[in-house]
Nanobody
Framework: QVQLVESGGGLVQVGGSLRLSCAFS????????MGWYRQAPGKERELVAG???????NYVDSVKGRFTISRDNAKSTVYLQMNSLKPEDTAVYYC???????????WGQGTQVTVSS
């Protein structure tokens, strides 16, 4: 049974940092793309950062220079280091994993990030 378990969200003050983690389990197929999305109240879910199996990364403009996505393939885990947090970063953050061999995309349960001013 495939599982994505997220951790690391919480409440932080403006300018603070958080590190999100997302561990994938339950499949022997190789993980291709991994990413973090977020959804704020009343807004659509947006891609925050993505990373391919070869380590190529991409970021939404609003987080460039502040957030860093990384992955540990041995642990099937993706991370999102978030620095210099702003109130507009407040949202539920979801990790996403794509397995091309299965033509499937899996989502984590979501973790709340709240940045207070």
């Amino acid at each position: 049974q495939v599982q994505l378990v997220e951790s690391g969200g919480g409440l932080v003050q403006v300018g603070g940092s958080l590190r999100l983690s997302c561990a994938f389990s339950g499949s022997t197929f190789s993980i291709n793309d991994m990413g973090w999305y977020r959804q704020a109240p009343g807004k659509e879910r947006e891609l925050v950062a993505g990373i391919t199996s070869s380590g190529t990364t991409n970021y939404v403009d609003s987080v460039k220079g502040r957030f860093t996505i990384s992955r540990d393939n041995a642990k099937s885990t993706v991370y999102l280091q978030m620095n210099s947090l702003k109130p507009e970063d407040t949202a539920v953050y979801y990790c996403n994993v794509r397995l091309y061999a299965l033509k499937r995309s899996y989502w984590g349960q979501g973790t709340q990030v709240t940045v207070s001013s």
